[in-house]
C-alpha cells in the first residue's frame, strides 16, 4: 500500500491523489492503480501478470488495454511537464523513471477546494433531469431551459453542461432536432464542460457519441468513448453511446456486450434497456427482442421507447395486435411523439390498415415542426409501399446524420433495401442542410 510520497515533483497520497504545486491532477480508477504499483515498485520493472492481476482481477486483459491504461497514466503526467516518466521494458512490463521518496502530507501545498454548489442550483439541475426524462418536445424544451437558468445563476460546471449535451443527444434521437442542430449543440456544450475539465467522462461519453453518429467520424467518436470509460468503467450512459457507435462498425456482438456491461451497474436504465432490445432486433432474433422489451417493461412500464421497441419486434412476427397495442400504450405516455408515431405507422401498415397508417404519417410532422428520425420515416414509408420516397428518405437519413443510420445495414424493416444501403455506406456523403 502506497503511503505519502514524492516523485519528479509531484506529490501523491490515497487521500489526496495526485498532484503538483498542491493543483490536483485527474487520474481514471485505472491509471491510479497503476501509479499505485509503479510507486510500490520505486524503479522496478512492473510485470504485465502484476498489472493485469491488480488491474483486471475477473478476467485476462489484452495487451491493447494494458497499453491504453499506460497511456491515459502519461498523458497527465506529461501534461503537467514531467516528460515522459513511464518507462516500457518491451516484453517485459512497465517502470517508473523517477525516485520515489515519503513525504509528509502535512508540508504540502494545497488549493483551496471549490465551492460547493448551491441547493438552488442542485434543484434546478434535478428539475432539468426530470423534465427531459419525459422525452418529450416540452419536456426537453423545459430541461433545457432549467439549465441556462442554473448557470444564470452561477452554477457553471461540466457536470452542467454534459447534461446539456445529454438532452441534445436525447432530442436528436426522438426526432424533436435535426442531426446538424444536435451535433454542433452537443459539440459546443460538451466542449465547454472539457474545458473546464479535459477528461470530464460525460462529456467525453456525449462528444464520442455525436461524432461518431451525428458527424460519420466513427473512429474519432469510439476513442473519445474510450476515453470516458478509461476515466469511469461504471458510466452507464457511455455504454449505451459506445455500443450504439460500435453498431456503426459493424460490431453487434461487442455493442451487447457494452449494453450489458452497463446494465449489471444500471439495471433501471431506459436507454440501456431499450439499446439491449433493439441491438437484439439487429442481431436477427425479433421474437428474443419482444421477451427483452417485455422484461424491460416489467422494470419501466413508463419507458416508451421500450414500447417502439416492442412494437417493432410484434409486427416483424406477425403479432400485428400485440404491435398495435404496444405502440398505442406508448403514446398515450408521450402523445404526438414523432418517433412513436412513425412507430405506429408502421405496425399499422404492416397490419394492412393502409389509412389509418397513413393517418398516423402525416401526424409525425405535424406538431411544430418536429418529425421522425429520418431512418424511422424510411421504414414506415416502405411499409406504406412508397418505396420511391423511402429510398429518399433512406438517403438523407445519411447525408443528414440520422443517428438511427449506423443501425440501418442490420435492420431488418429495411430488408428490401439492402443494396441501396450497401451502396450509401460507400459512397461520399452529400451534405444535405436541415430543413
Not at 169 to 177: D, E, F, Q
Not at 243 to 250: S, V
Not at 254 to 280: F, H, K, M, N, Q
Not at 316 to 340: I, M, S, V
Amino acid at each position: 500500500m502506497v503511503g505519502s510520497v514524492r516523485f519528479a515533483g509531484f506529490f501523491y497520497s490515497a487521500q489526496t491523489g495526485l498532484q503538483r504545486d498542491g493543483v490536483p491532477i485527474h487520474l481514471g480508477p485505472q491509471a491510479r492503480q497503476l501509479l499505485e504499483l509503479l510507486l510500490e515498485s520505486n524503479g522496478g520493472v512492473v510485470s504485465k501478470a502484476e498489472i493485469a492481476s491488480r488491474l483486471w482481477p475477473d478476467r485476462p486483459p489484452s495487451d491493447d488495454s494494458i497499453d491504453r491504461c499506460a497511456y491515459l497514466l502519461r498523458k497527465p503526467l506529461r501534461e503537467a511537464g514531467s516528460g515522459d516518466l513511464i518507462a516500457t521494458a518491451y516484453g517485459r512490463g512497465l517502470s517508473l523513471r523517477a525516485k520515489v521518496q515519503p513525504a509528509d502530507p502535512e508540508n504540502e501545498p494545497m488549493r483551496a477546494p471549490p465551492e460547493a454548489i448551491e441547493g438552488r442550483i442542485l434543484d434546478l439541475w434535478r428539475t432539468a433531469c426530470e423534465l427531459a426524462g419525459t422525452h418529450s418536445r416540452d419536456g426537453y424544451a423545459r430541461a433545457q431551459a432549467a439549465i441556462a437558468a442554473a448557470v444564470e445563476n452561477g452554477g457553471e460546471s461540466p457536470a452542467i453542461w454534459s447534461l446539456s449535451a445529454d438532452i441534445a443527444a436525447g432530442r436528436v434521437v426522438r426526432g424533436h432536432l435535426r442531426p446538424a442542430q444536435a451535433a454542433a449543440m452537443i459539440e459546443a456544450n460538451a466542449g465547454r464542460a472539457l474545458a473546464l475539465s479535459p477528461d470530464f467522462p460525460p462529456a467525453l461519453a456525449a462528444l464520442g457519441w455525436a461524432r461518431a453518429t451525428l458527424s460519420a467520424r466513427l473512429d474519432e467518436g469510439l476513442e473519445m468513448l474510450d476515453r470516458a470509460l478509461a476515466q469511469d468503467p461504471d458510466y452507464g450512459r457511455a455504454r449505451a453511446y459506445r455500443g450504439w457507435a460500435l453498431a456503426g462498425g459493424d460490431r453487434l456482438a461487442e455493442a451487447i456486450r457494452d449494453v450489458e456491461a452497463g446494465l449489471r451497474v444500471c439495471p433501471y436504465d431506459e436507454t440501456l434497456l431499450s439499446l439491449r432490445a433493439w441491438l437484439e432486433l439487429c442481431a436477427g432474433d425479433p421474437e428474443a427482442t419482444d421477451a427483452l422489451a417485455r422484461r424491460g417493461l416489467h422494470l419501466r412500464p413508463d419507458a416508451a421507447s421500450l414500447r417502439v421497441v416492442a412494437a417493432t419486434a410484434c409486427s416483424l412476427c406477425g403479432k400485428h395486435d400485440d404491435a398495435h397495442e404496444a405502440a398505442r400504450h406508448g403514446l398515450q405516455a408521450t402523445p404526438n411523439d414523432p418517433l412513436l408515431l412513425a412507430a405506429f405507422s408502421y405496425v399499422l401498415a404492416r397490419a394492412g390498415r393502409l389509412q389509418e397508417a397513413e393517418t398516423a404519417f402525416a401526424a409525425c410532422s405535424s406538431n411544430d415542426g418536429a418529425a421522425p428520425p429520418r431512418l424511422f420515416e424510411t421504414a414506415a414509408k416502405l411499409a406504406l409501399g412508397r418505396d420511391a420516397e423511402a429510398r429518399e428518405s433512406l438517403r438523407r437519413a445519411r447525408d443528414e446524420g440520422c443517428p438511427w443510420f449506423v443501425f440501418a445495414p442490420h435492420e431488418p424493416r429495411l430488408t428490401p433495401l439492402r443494396s441501396e444501403i450497401s451502396s450509401l455506406r460507400g459512397s461520399p456523403i452529400q451534405i444535405v442542410e436541415d430543413g
